[in-house]
Nanobody, 127 residues
Framework: EVQLQASGGGMVQAGGSLRLSCAASGLSFDDYDIGWFRRAPGKAREGVSYVNSNDGSPYYAQSVKGRFTIFRDNAEKTVTLQLNDLKPEDTAVYYC????????????????????WGQGTQVTVSS
């Protein structure tokens, strides 16, 4: 059974940092691209960041570029999303997802591109 376990959420003030982790089991982790999505209150889920399986190249949504960093550890089967300079608009439930189809371009940030999903972790940023 494939499982993705997202953790590391919490409450911080604007300008603060959090480190989210996505731990995978039940799949050949090296073969899977990992994406992070978030759903803010009253909004649709949106793609935030993505790391591919081939060379670990990171990709970011414009809204988080320069503030968030994604990296993977294949030995530990984890992907970390470092959130810096957090803003109140970053408040959301954050989800990690996995797929092995090596999406390109905008498909990396589309929910339908992913086969497996974690349960989400809450990030709350106060002003």
């Amino acid at each position: 059974e494939v499982q993705l376990q997202a953790s590391g959420g919490g409450m911080v003030q604007a300008g603060g940092s959090l480190r989210l982790s996505c731990a995978a089991s039940g799949l050949s982790f090296d073969d899977y691209d990992i994406g992070w999505f978030r759903r803010a209150p009253g909004k649709a889920r949106e793609g935030v960041s993505y790391v591919n399986s081939n060379d670990g190249s990171p990709y970011y949504a414009q809204s988080v570029k320069g503030r968030f960093t994604i990296f993977r550890d294949n030995a530990e089967k984890t992907v970390t999303l470092q959130l810096n300079d957090l803003k109140p608009e970053d408040t959301a439930v954050y989800y990690c997802a996995a797929d092995r189809r090596n999406w390109m371009g905008i498909e990396r940030f589309i929910m339908a591109s992913y086969t497996y999903w974690g349960q989400g972790t809450q990030v709350t940023v106060s002003s």
